[in-house]
């Protein structure tokens, strides 16, 4: 049977490290390729925070050197309806 999956051995994994990992598969009702999977799985997602961390502290710099006047409703929306007139023409490729 061929599996769409792919497969990593893991090597001179330390032995405390081995029974951590089966502890926390136990206590989660997991298996050990499970928890390892799930582990490796947050660790990305732990990256994409703080990239995403990273991002809002751009977003937080530039609304801070940005313009003293509050943006009112009505520019809002203006600013809002140009933004979808310019992306339905390149859509439509003018």
Do not use: C, Y
């Not at 490290?17 to 298996?31: M, V």
């Not at 994409?48 to 502290?57: C, D, G, L, M, N």
């Not at 600013?79 to 339905?88: I, V, Y």
């Amino acid at each position: 049977m061929v599996s769409g999956m792919s497969s990593i051995m893991l090597k001179d994994i330390p032995p405390e490290l081995h029974g951590r990992l089966k502890q926390e598969a136990e206590a989660n009702f997991r298996s050990l390729t499970q928890e390892v999977l799930a582990r490796i799985e947050q660790s990305f997602r732990m990256e994409e925070v703080f990239s995403t961390k990273q991002a809002q502290a751009w977003i937080d710099e530039a609304m801070a050197s940005g313009p003293e006047e509050i943006l009112s409703r009505a520019k809002a929306q203006a600013a809002f309806e140009r933004g979808l007139k310019r992306a339905h023409e390149r859509k439509a490729g003018r």
